[in-house]
C-alpha cells in the first residue's frame, strides 16, 4: 500500500483551541491549554499516524503583532510553520468570528493567499453554539473567499467532527514516506514536556503579567532504572520584586506549584519522581535576545 505523509501548519489566533485540538488528534497532552492567551510559545509537534497515513501537526503561537523579541521570536514559528507546511489548517473561533476581513489582519489574509497550499478551515467550538443554523451563513461566507479548498464545523473539546476533519486533511496529504516512527507523538524530548507542565502550573496559579514574564528551565533530568527519578527546574523572572509572589509567605506558594507540578509529571513520565524548583531573575530576559537563545527560542 502506497503511503502518505505531510505536515498540516494549524494556525489561528490566540486561544482558538489550537493546541485543544492537537492534543485531542494525537490523544495525549502534548501542548498546554489554559485560558489565558500566548501560552503556547515555540512551536509543539503532535504526529497523527493511521495506517497508511501521517500527518505531522505544528501548534503555533497564536497570531499576534509583535510587541517585544520574544513575540517576534514566536511570529517566526509561525512563518517557519507555514514555509514546511503541506497543508494550513486555520483555527476560528466561532464566538469570536463575524467576517473574515475583521477577524483576520490584513497582511495576514495576503500572505495565507501567497503561500499557495490548500488551507482547510475549522470553525471550532461548535458546542457552544445552542443553533446550529448560525454556523452556515459564516460557512458561506468564508466559501467565498477563493482561497479556501475546506471548512469543517468541529469542537475540539467535545472531539465532535475531528475524525471527518482528519479524513479531509488526508486527502492533501502526498504520497510519501513516514517522516517519523509510528510509534512517535512528538519531535521533543521528555524535559520539553516536563518544563511545560511546571509552565502550565505557572499559568494557573499566578496571576497577572508573572506568567507571561516566567519561563522554566530544566536543569538536571536523572532517569534510575530503580526509584525516583530526579529533575531539578529553574524558574525564570524578570524581576526581582516577582521572587517573592512566585515563592509566596513561607513559601507556600512556590510548594504549592511544585506539589501540583510533581503529580502531572509522575503522571506523564509513568514513573515517580523527586522535583526541586528554583527561582532565578535573569533581568528583562524576554528582550534579551542572548537569554532568548539559551532558552531555546
Ligand atoms: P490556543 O491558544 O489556540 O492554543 O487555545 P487553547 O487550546 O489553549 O484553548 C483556549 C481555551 O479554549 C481553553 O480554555 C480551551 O479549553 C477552550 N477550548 C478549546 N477548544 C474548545 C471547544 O471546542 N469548545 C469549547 N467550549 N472550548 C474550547
Ligand atoms: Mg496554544
Redesign the pocket.
Known sequence: MTKKSGYAAII??????????M?SIVGAKL?????K????RKRVLGIYTSENTQIVFM?TP?ILKPMHDLHKAMLSYIDKSLKEADIVLL?I?LEKFNSIDTYFHSSFLSTLKKIRKPVIVAL?????KNDKKDILPVISQLNNSGFINEILP?????K?GVDTLLTTIEKYIPTGEFYYDPELISDQPQRFFVSEIIREHVYTLYSEEIPYSTEVVISEFKERDSGKWYISAEIIIEKQSQKGIIIGAGGKKLRQLGERARIDIEDHLQNEIYLDIFVKVREKWRKKPVFLKSFGY
Open positions: 489561528g489566533k490566540p486561544n482558538v483551541g489550537k493546541s485543544t485540538l492534543n501542548a498546554i491549554v489554559t485560558p492567551a500566548q501560552t503556547t501548534d497564536g483555527l473561533d471550532n467550538k461548535t458546542d457552544l468541529i469542537s475540539a473539546l467535545k465532535d
